[in-house]
């Protein structure tokens, strides 16, 4: 059974940063391109950033250019989604998903004083 | 970026029926589009990929058609459990971006 599980999401206060994490398992991990998608609250979806299978290639939407770094590690099956200065425009939920296919069940991260 | 125009933004359907949703892009994206499902306090799930290719395990009642900027999911007869906001997402190219959503609901 394919499983992406998130982790790491919490309150923050604007500036600060957070690292989410998503753990793989049930299919081959290092095949597959991998993303973090978000949905504000009450809100559409955002694709928010995108890592090729080696981790060589990545892609941001300008909003989180410079602030987002995309990253992940094969041997562990794991994607990891690195913010720095967060603002109050990033609180979603994130979503760790296999280039679309296969989706978590997401995590809360807001970004409030 | 390529925009993605979804119509209607709301939906109301009886049990049975058939329906509709369209997706326009804003510029040719040959056939690079998904549709998802997505129930309240839930993850998306995929139905169809690549504009007409049905994702495995769902149910031959979706379909979906178009390729350039015009694209199309069907239900063709409504179930209860269909209940949900679709959403339509462009993978041709960077940024991938989404549709505002369908929400659907039973008349």
């Known amino acids: 059974e394919v499983q992406l599980v998130e982790s790491g999401g919490v309150l923050v206060q604007p500036g600060r940063s957070m690292k989410l994490s998503c753990a793989a398992s049930?299919?081959?991990?290092?095949?597959?391109?991998m993303a973090w998608v978000r949905q504000a609250p009450t809100k559409g979806l955002e694709w928010v950033a995108t890592?090729?299978?080696?981790?060589?290639?990545?892609y941001y939407r300008d909003s989180v250019k410079g602030r987002f770094t995309i990253s992940r590690d094969n041997a562990k099956s794991t994607l990891y989604l690195q913010m720095d200065s967060l603002r109050s425009e990033d609180t979603a939920t994130y979503y760790c998903?296999?280039?679309?296919?296969?989706w978590g069940q997401g995590v809360m991260v807001t970004v409030s004083s | 970026d390529i925009q993605m125009t979804q119509s209607p933004s709301f939906l109301s359907a009886s049990v049975g029926d058939r329906v509709t949703i369209n997706c326009k892009a804003s510029?040719?994206?040959?056939?690079?589009l998904n549709w998802y499902q997505q129930k309240l306090g839930e993850a998306p799930k995929l139905l169809i990929y690549?504009?007409?290719s049905l994702q495995t395990g769902i149910p031959s009642r979706f379909s979906g058609s178009g390729s350039g900027t015009d694209f199309t999911l069907t239900i063709s007869s409504l179930q209860p459990e269909d209940v949900a906001t679709y959403f339509c997402?462009?993978?041709?190219?960077?940024?991938?971006?989404f549709g505002a959503g369908t929400k659907l609901e039973l008349k």
């Open positions: 997402l462009q993978h041709n190219s960077w940024p991938y971006t």
């Open positions: 890592i090729s299978t080696s981790g060589g290639s990545t």
């Open positions: 510029q040719n994206i040959n056939r690079y």
């Open positions: 690549n504009a007409n």
């Open positions: 049930g299919f081959t991990f290092s095949s597959f391109p």
């Open positions: 998903t296999s280039g679309g296919g296969y």
